[in-house]
Every structure is written in C-alpha cells, then in structure tokens.
C-alpha cells in the first residue's frame, strides 16, 4: 500500500504557464525587436519577467519592454530553434566584446583583425 496520495502534485514535465510577461525588446525603426539571451552554457534563450520592477532591477531602466503571453513568447521564439524560457532571472553579464584587449595597447590604438 502506497502511503503518500500523488493525485494532487503536479508532474515536473508540465509547469505552470507563467501567463502575462514583461519581455525585452530592442527598438528598432520597424518596431519592437525581441532580446535573445544565452545561458551561461551558451544555449539561446527567451527571457520575460513577471513584474515590470524584477525587469528593471535586472536590466535597468533604459530597458524597453513589451508584456507578452508566454503562448505568445514561445510562438515568436519556435522558429528560430529556442525552446528555452526563463523566468524571473536575477543575474545577468554584459555582452562579451568581439574586440581582444591587451594591456601594451594604448586605449587609441587601431583595432586589429584576427
């Protein structure tokens, strides 16, 4: 016999739907263009916020949004081969520069190809 009752617990494969999000967005002449991130693994994937303040405490407050359904956020994002959707993260790092630093350059110095 079976002590514990698992009728009322959800299972792990099916969350909850996150409902109404605050998802980045780049401004672009056409209009509002969705911010991709990448985990710290380097997978692409799409980021909203549950509450416009957990956004700007984020990203800051320069950063424009748009409130998006979560349906509607993984519909945008299925095409380009993101299936990834975090909620709600707290930690985030600058875009990494495609330009090397060295130390012996002046600031001036003419940027190099590799």
């Keep these: 016999m079976c002590l514990f009752s698992y009728a009322e617990d959800p299972d792990p494969d099916e969350q909850a739907s996150a409902g109404l999000l605050f998802v980045p967005v780049r401004t672009e002449a056409a209009g509002p263009v969705l911010r991709v991130f990448c985990t710290p ?16 405490a984020t990203l800051g407050a320069g950063q424009p949004a748009i409130p998006l359904a979560e349906a509607a956020l993984r519909a945008l994002t299925e095409p380009l081969g993101i299936d990834r959707l975090v909620v709600d993260p707290v930690l985030t790092a600058r875009a990494v520069s495609t330009r090397p630093v060295y130390a012996a350059e002046p600031a001036d110095a003419p940027v190099r190809a590799l």
Excluded: I, K
């Excluded at 693994?41 to 700007?56: I, K, P």
């Design 41 to 56: 693994l380097g997978e692409r994937t799409a980021v909203g916020f549950s509450r416009r303040d957990l956004l700007t």
